[in-house]
């Protein structure tokens, strides 16, 4: 049975959307798309924007999202605030309502959300944009736990610094300070890709509401100044000297 996948914020080329569309189309999903700007099967913005007839959705991906706002907390335009929780938070809601009504009649729905880790971690001068990616987290959680026993899943991928064609469009000095923090460089969009199959999968149907990051290891404390010792022991053990006291670490 082909079932019906809509993905948001598919319309940039180069971006995470484009790569969810390209790996559920492999998976033999139908694919209908939304996105703001032309190019998807329906143009809508979701901040004020009247939401079209989608049909029957099996699968919703709300992936659509405004990362451009900059602004420190003490400081950021109240506007600017309005707008990312308008499209990143209410605009995926809406949506979300707009299918879980028909997954809920059929019996049957995968919703995957896109988050961020700083939904988790906190972004410095993006406070709207961590803010609405962290209510996506309540918000998917508060469906998993309401479609329990009904067939339906409700999870999120959390990308870390992704090779999407905004990061790539950075200054290269950007960029390269980036990189100099990340263990595994960036995230590919086919690697966000990938994660979100799985929650769009028909054998995923026991996993639900749960967050998957996919960053290289970023989130993980590879920075600690013990890492020293580590590269110290491999380098005795290189030079048969294992078996001598190795240092203690603090």
């Given at each position: ?163 999407s064609s905004g990061i790539l469009s950075m200054p290269q000095d950007v960029q390269d300070a980036w990189l100099r923090t990340l263990p595994e460089g960036f995230v590919e ?62």
């Amino acid at each position: 049975m082909s079932r019906r996948a809509l993905v948001t914020g598919a319309g940039r080329s180069g971006g995470i959307g484009e790569a969810i569309v390209a790996r559920l189309e492999s998976d033999g999903f139908e694919v209908v798309t939304l996105d703001r700007e032309p190019g998807c099967t329906w143009q809508v913005d979701l901040s004020q924007d009247e939401l079209p007839d989608f049909g029957p959705i099996d699968v919703y991906v709300g992936n659509a999202a405004i990362t451009t706002l900059f602004g420190g907390a003490h400081s950021f335009d109240l506007d600017q605030w309005r707008l990312d929780l308008e499209i990143n938070l209410t605009g995926t809601f809406r949506v979300l309502q707009q299918c879980l009504t028909g997954m809920r009649e059929r019996g049957y729905g995968r919703i995957v959300l896109t988050s961020s880790t700083s939904a988790v971690q906190g972004m410095p001068a993006q406070v709207s944009y961590s803010t609405s990616k962290a209510g996506l987290i309540g918000m998917v959680r508060t469906v998993a736990a309401e479609s329990a026993g009904r067939g339906i899943t409700a999870n999120l991928v959390l990308p870390g610094m992704t090779a999407s064609s905004g990061i790539l469009s950075m200054p290269q000095d950007v960029q390269d300070a980036w990189l100099r923090t990340l263990p595994e460089g960036f995230v590919e969009p086919a690697d966000i890709a990938n994660g979100v199959a799985f929650f769009a999968s028909e054998s995923s149907g026991m996993v639900t509401g749960q967050l998957l990051t996919i960053d290289g290891g970023d989130f993980l404390n590879h920075r600690s100044v013990t890492s020293s010792v580590v590269s110290h022991v491999d380098s005795m053990a290189s030079s048969g000297s294992a078996n001598h006291p190795s240092p203690e670490i603090p």
